[in-house]
């Protein structure tokens, strides 16, 4: 998996690296050190950590602390011979793209100008992380659709600032195992979904499959979902499980009132919830109106944010 190999296998290569055969030159040493904590800054910041968990971030660093302090230190300024000076402009160019992706997901963190959906959790009290969310790419998919390229970008234009939130166990993962096809492993699977604001339900939909886990249901994006009209605003809670909605068009509901369960329905390749505000959309084109950023409990959230 791309997240074991990104995330783990190759930062403790690298520090394994520093640890145990840093350069023998100075500039070396340097540009190693630098490389290693912009890579290591990149993944704890852009990073989604479900199937390692979040903490596992934080280990990396003690780790990192730990190699600086039994490395060996350099005995000259510059490199003596070709090897060392061809690891210099490699270091620099992984430090380089380490940092673009830092500055990446910094941008992603503020809010987009403009209105904003005030929403309560939409789950029952426990722990929850944001597996996407954010302001641009580098941190959350739905952005793609903010300026849309294709006609499925189009139709889910207004679910462009939403995020998806997963239930995390005792250890700070999303799953027991990993990346298991059962979706009944998952933390998340059949939590109860709760109205995040008082309003009436536009549109619902039950009866849709839970898909196996990585196989997403590519004719109705949202799966089982219920939309609400709230205010000025319209909020999306999506994936739900089969045969778990319990409203219908028409309905009021009122905030903290159950409506479904989380499922695995819909185009989504694990179980989470997918809750999203936009302005009113129409029937022919429910989502695909303006997006509106939202928060829970006036919070922006964006990737690995924990509840």
């Known amino acids: 998996m791309d997240i074991i190999l990104l995330q783990l296998l190759v930062p403790l290569l690298l520090l394994f690296w520093l640890a145990v055969w840093p350069p023998r030159s100075r500039a070396g040493w340097l540009m190693q050190i630098l490389a290693t904590l912009a890579y290591l800054a990149a993944v704890h910041m852009g990073g989604q950590w479900l199937v390692l968990p979040w903490w596992m971030a934080w280990v990396l660093w003690a780790l990192f602390a730990l190699a600086l302090a039994i490395g060996r230190r350099p005995d000259r300024g510059w490199p003596a011979a070709w090897p060392g000076w061809l690891l210099l402009p490699a270091w620099l160019a992984l430090g380089t793209l380490a940092v673009v ?4 997901a910094w941008r992603g963190l503020a809010m987009p100008v403009g209105p904003v959906a005030d929403l309560a959790l ?31 970008q189009r139709r889910l234009r207004g679910q462009s600032y939403a995020i998806d939130l997963v239930a995390l166990n005792r250890v700070g993962r999303h799953a027991r195992g990993t ?21 009436r339900v536009v549109r619902s939909l039950d009866g849709r499959p839970d898909m196996p886990v990585d196989a997403p249901d590519t004719r109705v994006l949202a799966g089982n979902h219920v939309l609400l009209r709230c205010g000025r605003f319209e909020v999306l809670l999506a994936h739900l499980r089969r045969g778990s909605v319990r409203v219908g068009p028409g309905d009021t509901v009122t905030r903290g009132e159950p409506i479904g369960r989380v499922g695995n ?3 989504t390749r694990f179980p989470h919830l997918h809750l999203g505000a936009q302005h009113p959309g129409t029937p022919a084109a429910p989502f695909a109106s303006a997006p509106v950023p939202l928060r829970i409990g006036g919070r922006y959230l964006v990737r690995g944010d924990r509840l």
Do not use: F, K, M
């Open 101 to 104: 992706a830092i500055v990446d």
């Open 122 to 152: 939409p789950l029952p009290p426990g722990r929850y992380a944001v597996a996407n969310g954010g302001a641009n790419i580098a941190l959350s998919p739905h952005i793609r659709n903010l300026v849309p390229e294709t006609e499925l």
């Open 179 to 199: 990346a298991p096809a059962d979706p009944a492993r998952y933390a998340i699977w059949n939590r109860p979904v709760l109205a995040p604001c008082s309003g």
């Open 265 to 267: 329905s819909g185009y």
